[in-house]
């Protein structure tokens, strides 16, 4: 199981942190971000694998960080300089490889809205 928190509406320039808690039996090798826009398809964002490595889309370079606490099984995502472009809904998911697409992750989160204007 996972749960989304830490969504909002924000003004554009500031900084949100997300958390998805997980729940799980086993450690899933890939805990990852993707997020969804109305009318648009579902856009990895970042990703993270219990070796360490982490990956990022074009839109999250040089703003968004994914960290992974293994400790507490939390998934975060701090975002910064929010921009209106960045308003979706983000989900957290987990699965046995990492990858840019949502096909291979094999559980989801119900999702956090972020609106930024």
């Known amino acids: 199981q996972l749960v989304e928190s830490g969504g909002g509406s924000v003004q554009a320039g500031v900084s949100l942190r997300l958390s998805c808690a997980a729940s799980y039996t086993g450690d899933p090798h890939c805990l990852a971000w993707f997020r969804q826009a109305p009318g648009k398809e579902r856009e990895g964002v970042a990703s993270?694998?219990?070796?360490?490595?982490?990956r990022y889309g074009d839109s999250a370079l040089g703003r968004f960080t994914a960290s992974r606490d293994s400790t507490t099984n939390t998934l975060y995502l701090q975002m910064t300089n929010l921009q209106p472009e960045d308003t979706a809904t983000y989900y957290c998911a987990a699965g046995d490889f990492c990858h840019s697409s949502p096909s291979p992750y094999s559980a989801w989160g119900q999702g956090t809205q972020v609106t930024v204007s």
């Open positions: 993270t694998d219990s070796d360490g490595h982490q």
